[in-house]
């Protein structure tokens, strides 16, 4: 019997389950609103584009999360993409119960008003657009309406539980892209 005929045979434990989907890196994400004046956000890894045309993004909030119910009431959200060294953030968004926002430097987004987060790799100013449940998360997807990009910093990667460093291909030597889609 090979290696995978052993996993393949236990993929139904959480626990291997879980290890298994360890094992896809991601990127990691703080998700932002402001609710009645104030502002609320979490930390989020379930985070991908949807669509280009029109431009929507997909998120999937917890469905046991207690700052998601502030960000779907206020119906506009920024999403944060961490970047490298930002760790710190992650861990204080993901913890319940604390003032989230203490020592974070941030701006309104330009549409909605959801804070943009001081040295984020990138954000995304978008709309809520529809809610579909999944699991024991939700299935989010956002309208896009602004979005802002930095070039200069290294994302913040989970992996096996962890944050681990990603180096960005753009400060490699020598890169060069050595295939496109349709060539």
């Not at 930095?150 to 291909?169: E, I, T």
Request: charged letters at 20%; hydrophobic letters at 40%.
């Amino acid at each position: 019997m090979s290696e995978l005929d052993s996993d393949v045979a236990e993929i139904l434990d959480e626990h291997r389950f879980r290890r298994a989907l360890g094992n896809f890196a991601t990127g990691v994400s703080v998700v932002t609103a402001e609710t009645d004046g104030v502002p609320v956000g979490m930390t989020i890894q379930s985070f991908c584009s949807l669509s280009l045309d029109p431009p929507l993004v997909l998120i999937c909030p917890g469905r046991a999360s207690r700052s998601w119910p502030a960000i779907e009431r206020s119906g506009v959200l920024s999403i944060n993409v961490l970047a490298e060294g930002q760790d710190w953030l992650a861990r204080q968004f993901a913890r319940s119960g604390t003032d989230k926002y203490a020592g974070v430097s941030w701006r309104p987004a330009p549409y909605g008003g959801a804070p943009i987060l001081a040295g984020s790799l990138a954000w995304i100013d978008a709309e809520v657009d529809s809610i579909v449940p999944g699991g024991d998360h939700l299935l989010v997807t956002c309208r896009v309406r602004a979005v802002g990009a930095r070039n200069d910093l290294d994302p913040l990667v989970f992996f096996r539980s962890d944050f681990v460093r990603a180096r960005s291909a753009s400060k490699r030597p020598g890169y060069q892209v050595v295939s496109t889609h349709g060539t």
